[in-house]
């Protein structure tokens, strides 16, 4: 077997090559499929509470208004309650996505807040908490590491964040 | 208990006979309001939230004053520095969603060092209503509310959200003696209907509303002026209510533009209602003659009229917003009488870098209610948020204030004119 056999050192120098370039095309694929699963592991996906309609769009523009508040109801009616995380790289991926920065959020929801439109999101330490306040929360929302998600049942992924690690 | 608490801050001399009513009603209403936040907390949609916002200032004033009325022989120069610390403003903020569809808001403003003992500042529900949503595109807003007249009207009083401590001339507190913002802009109305459509990358917004003409007509206070030939005001026998209900009422709307991302905003906006122009502020009675003194007797039916822009782009942002003001008189007409008042604001910002923000503004005024008054405000500032909840302001503003003469109106030849400088120091807190 030229895999095992390239284990010990050969003396014909062509047989070497030939089971040398075997190994590394191995190795390269094995470590493709390796970051390739890593990468999908720590995908950013958006997720609501399974009470939202499954008929609702989650595009970008979708996405946007939620996060700004100006959309505060669901296609059904009912209230959509916002999570967002304090810090992490889901939150930056989210906000990209989104095409705002935390400082224009921020500014924002304090109008939204002061003036009595709608509740500024509830702001999170963890994933796994807002995986599980999303779950427990009809009409919520809220965007995590796709591994953070699990095996949630009261949670639905709706989108992911292209581009993401 | 989840109770989400955030402040801002602000100035008025007056109303303290009304704060001193308010107080025992307005504290046993905040003591039940608390009590229910405690009991409502365990489900998020029904929480009681209680926010607000404080500012306190520290300001320092140097004040130069003018007259000279050439055919009297009059000519006065006088100067004047004064300084103080103030708690400017206190607003407690009180929401609820009752359900998917129903929202109730209220907003509880101290100003000025508020002291009912001490006779200081004033307490004054400044909004209370509620809203249902029946879509995006339909909202129903009843209660005392600030209705949509450009954008500085419905933040007028939350200066935690502004980088400045001296609001834009007609919306300042501390100029209430010289501008009243009445005079200017739908300061409360009772319903409005309002929606925003989604529209490619904006959003159209729309809104309309309805209320009372002004708070002058509501007053006890006989007419500070003239003949009171208002037979309604004469039959007044309810308190604190409008006696011209069936006369005078407001109507307005805005419809405006807004980019999804909110970066850029703007506007129209319309109203139409009654002044009572025997209690307006600015006009100087004693100085007119008694033709123009006449059109004082009188309710005139008023158009404001008002447009908006806002744009950001990355850390510049600019707001600019004016106003101008009509009266349909025919005497006034007659009699080559100017009624009309107009207001411009711009303000050029920057964020140097996140925590910091310099602007700068302009502001001017035209008044021409029985003189031709002119007002110039230039400001520069820089507010400092040291962290997400307290922010420090810096701000320096002067202040020009020219009377010119008006024959048409004025009983004698007459010019004023006003220079003051104002330094602000002070800090921004949200509770």
């Known amino acids: 077997m030229k895999w095992s056999s390239s284990l010990y050192f050969s003396d014909s120098a062509l047989y070497y090559d030939a089971s040398m370039k075997t190994h590394f095309f191995i190795a390269f694929l094995v470590t493709g499929i390796v970051l390739l699963t890593c990468s999908s592991l720590a995908q950013t996906v958006v997720i609501v509470n399974t009470s939202v309609p499954s008929s609702t769009s989650f595009d970008v523009d979708e996405l946007l208004d939620v996060y700004t508040l100006n959309k505060a109801h ?71 590491q796709n591994q953070s998600v699990k095996n949630n049942r009261n949670v639905r992924v709706v989108a992911k964040i292209k581009g993401t690690k | 208990m989840i109770v989400s608490f955030q402040a801002t801050i602000r100035i008025r001399e007056s109303a303290c006979g009304f704060g001193r009513a308010l107080l025992v009603p307005s504290v046993a209403a905040l003591l039940l309001l608390l009590l229910h936040a405690d009991v409502l907390h365990a489900q998020e949609s029904d929480e009681l939230q209680l926010f607000g916002s404080m500012q306190t200032i520290f300001f320092h004033q140097d004040s130069r004053m003018t007259i000279d009325s050439p ?88 200066l935690a959200l502004q980088p400045y401590l001296f609001r834009p001339l007609i919306y300042e507190r501390l100029l209430s003696s010289k501008f009243l913002a009445e005079d200017f802009i739908p300061e409360h109305a009772f319903i409005q209907i309002s929606g925003m459509v989604p529209f490619g990358d904006f959003f159209a917004e729309y809104a309309v509303y309805t209320g009372n003409a002004e708070s002058s007509y509501i007053t006890q206070s006989a007419p500070s002026g003239g003949i009171d030939t208002d037979v309604n005001e004469n039959f007044e026998f309810l308190s604190g209510v ?105 303000m ?66 007459y010019n004023q004119k006003v220079t003051i400088t104002f330094f602000f120091l002070g800090f921004s807190v949200l509770l």
């Open chain 1, 74 to 144: 669901w296609e059904d009616g009912s209230r959509i309650t916002v999570f967002d995380l304090k810090r992490g790289k889901s939150k930056a991926a989210f906000y990209e996505y989104i095409g705002m920065s935390e400082e224009e959020l921020q500014r924002i929801w304090l109008r939204k807040q002061f003036t009595g439109r709608a509740r500024p999101p509830r702001s999170l330490s963890s994933e796994e908490e807002i995986v599980e306040r999303v779950g427990r929360t009809p009409g919520a929302i809220g965007y995590v």
């Open chain 2, 242 to 346: 409008d006696p011209t209900a069936i006369k005078f009422k407001l109507f307005g709307g805005r419809i405006g533009l807004q980019s999804r991302n909110e970066q850029l905003k703007c506007g129209l906006s319309v109203t139409h209602d009654y002044n009572n122009l025997r209690d307006s502020s600015a006009t100087p009675i004693h100085l007119v003659t008694s033709e123009a003194r006449s059109l004082f007797d009188k309710d005139a039916s008023r158009w404001r009229f008002g447009a908006d822009f806002s744009y950001r782009l990355g850390p510049a942002f600019i707001d600019a917003e004016m106003i101008q003001v009509l009266y349909d008189s025919k005497r006034a007409a007659e009699q080559k009488f100017e009624l009309e008042q107009s207001f411009l604001h711009t």
């Open chain 2, 348 to 413: 050029v910002g920057y964020d140097i870098a996140y925590p910091l923000t310099v602007y700068g503004s302009l502001q001017w005024s035209d008044y021409t209610f029985g003189l031709d008054a002119d007002y110039f405000v230039y400001s520069a500032g820089a507010a400092y948020r040291i962290n997400s909840d307290i922010g420090a302001k810096a701000q320096v503003i002067v202040y020009e204030e020219t009377y010119k003469n008006d024959p048409q109106a004025l009983t004698i030849p």
């Open chain 2, 71 to 158: 055919t009297e022989n009059i000519h006065f120069t006088g100067s004047e520095s004064r300084s103080t610390f103030a708690l400017q403003q206190m607003d407690l903020f009180f929401r609820k969603e009752m359900s998917d569809n129903f929202t109730a808001f209220v907003d509880l403003e101290f100003q000025l060092n508020y002291s009912s003992e001490k006779h200081w500042g004033s307490l004054s529900l400044q909004e209370a209503w509620m809203n249902y949503h029946v879509s995006d595109a339909l909202n129903i807003k009843t209660g005392l509310l600030y209705p949509a007249f450009n954008q500085l009207n419905e933040i007028k009083n939350r």
